[in-house]
């Protein structure tokens, strides 16, 4: 290794135990990619305003290529001592190709170095979360669509409110998740600035072109504030932000698929593939991947808060404190990838027991609304109605009966205005199908929004990506 490659002003070695302290190596060698993209956007815009020569442009970034190749094979060497990847980078430069690699860092601070990176490396990250999203949201308006038809109890409270359809139950998890991709491509906006050219806080005294290095990066725009570029990291934020919104929702149909799994519920059975046994109960078949799923929104809220609490009261501008941003961020991308890359994959494997749902849908007085709803229809009013319904579910209660099981004579003790027409009015499909209002439960309502979300899937097109416009 060669000498620390800003130890001028230092008379003694750093301590071992600081090294080891102060090194973020094994974290952040994950940026290397776009470090190296990074500086040799870099050099390119050295070289074009004249600051280095077109010859040592090229040599710098040969020589960067060779590094990137390196680390790729696994023969790039690691050590504590060298701080980070932006270090480790520079240092082997300087080994590759000599003295000119001390130009590379001209005009430009580790400062906006690693504010660069993290942008480029989490608007890649986006755009892939924001595409795994879509794969999960068409598996869900398929799933939807091959269910169509099947009614299950809708709840409120836990308790069985009125039936809805299976299908218009999965297309609440697709608004959901259409709106948290929305939120990715929204922080994307804000993500996509470039830093480079703050160089430590306060810009430069080279006549360095910023604009450029920001097209060759693909960036929409550059950081208008120096400071500001390199003392913020709410760009990162605002992703945990997306990504913590998006683990809540998970972690509702994660809860309910572990519920809807149990014996008591009985709604779906598991794929034997995304299950687990028990290691003493022989008989056990355990709704693991939803569980994980719902812990680990635990990290991904943690992730949130603790970037939060980094950031907060931070003098401007950079503080050492920032290098603690990249443990939570990498967590939170590898947690919220993998998650939606196995609830994708279990999705269309889960067997739904629409027979059960059925059945289920018809006990419980699901169909008490539509009476007062009929009631109504007969010219009372609806308090009215609700007391009538009232005292006829207390009576079918006591009958150990539903509504539509009481005989006409018994509903009619009730109100007068009773007909035979009412138990048409109670049964599943209509009631399912007399909600018709926009985003009901209807069957033509359910279809319609199916059919709207594929047409809108087959319209995205990926952020920074030509296409459709979204
Ligand atoms: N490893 C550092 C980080 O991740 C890079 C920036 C270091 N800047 C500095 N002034 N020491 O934040």
Not at 31 to 43: F, K, N, Q, V
Not at 178 to 183: K, Q
Not at 359 to 366: A, N, P, Q, V, W
Request: charged share 25%; glycine share 6%; net charge negative.
């Amino acid at each position: 290794m060669s000498a620390k490659l800003w130890d001028g002003r230092f008379a003694a070695p750093t301590d071992k135990v600081v090294e080891k302290f102060t090194s973020s190596i094994d974290i952040d060698r994950r940026l290397y990619r776009h470090d190296i993209e990074g500086s040799t956007a870099h050099c390119r815009m050295l070289a074009k305003v004249g600051i280095i020569s077109t010859e040592e442009m090229n040599t710098l970034v040969s020589g960067l290529a060779t590094i990137g190749q390196e680390i790729e094979d696994g023969k790039f060497v690691y050590d504590d001592r060298l701080e980070d990847i932006h270090m480790h980078i520079e240092d082997r430069l300087g080994q590759l190709v000599g003295p000119v690699a001390r130009k590379l860092h001209t005009a430009r601070s580790r400062n906006d170095q690693v504010a660069l990176d993290t942008r480029l490396y989490l608007r890649a990250q986006t755009d892939m979360v924001i595409a795994m999203l879509k794969g999960l949201r068409e598996v869900l308006v398929e799933t939807a669509h091959a269910q169509l038809g099947h009614i299950m109890p809708g709840y409120t409270h836990l308790q069985r409110a009125q039936p809805v359809l299976l299908s218009h139950h999965l297309m609440a998890y697709y608004e959901m998740f259409t709106r948290d991709s929305g939120r990715f491509a929204d922080a994307r906006v804000r993500m996509d600035i470039s830093p480079l050219g703050a160089a430590a806080l306060a810009g430069t005294t080279f006549p360095i072109d910023r604009a450029y290095t920001a097209e060759l990066l693909g960036f929409s725009e550059i950081a208008a504030n120096s400071m500001d570029a390199v003392a913020d990291r709410d760009f990162m934020l605002e992703f945990l932000a997306a990504a913590s919104i998006t683990m809540v929702h998970f972690s509702r149909l994660a809860e309910e698929l572990i519920m809807w799994s149990s014996k008591e519920f009985g709604f779906i059975e598991l794929p034997d593939a995304f299950a687990t046994g028990s290691s003493i109960m022989p008989q056990k078949k355990n709704p693991d991947i939803p569980e994980l799923v719902r812990g680990k929104t635990g990290r991904v809220f943690g992730d949130l808060v603790a970037l939060l609490t980094t950031m907060k009261s931070l003098s401007l501008t950079y503080n050492r404190d920032m290098q603690e941003d990249k443990t939570p961020l990498f967590s939170t991308v590898d947690t919220v990838k993998a998650v939606i890359e196995v609830v994708t994959r279990m999705l269309p494997h889960i067997r739904f027991n629409t027979a059960t749902m059925r059945h289920e849908s018809g006990t419980g007085f699901l169909n008490a609304t539509d009476m007062a709803d009929y009631l109504v229809g007969q010219g009372m009013a609806f308090r009215e109605a609700h007391g009538v319904v009232g005292r006829a579910v207390a009576h079918a209660l006591a009958q150990g009966k539903e509504l539509h099981e009481l005989p006409l004579e018994e509903m009619q003790a009730f109100a007068e205005v009773i007909d035979a027409d009412l138990y048409e009015a109670l049964k599943l499909e209509r009631v399912v199908d007399r909600r018709t209002s926009a985003g009901g439960t209807a069957a033509a309502c359910v279809r319609a929004a199916i059919a709207k979300a594929r047409e809108d899937l087959a319209g995205e097109s990926q952020p920074g990506q030509e296409g459709p416009a979204s």
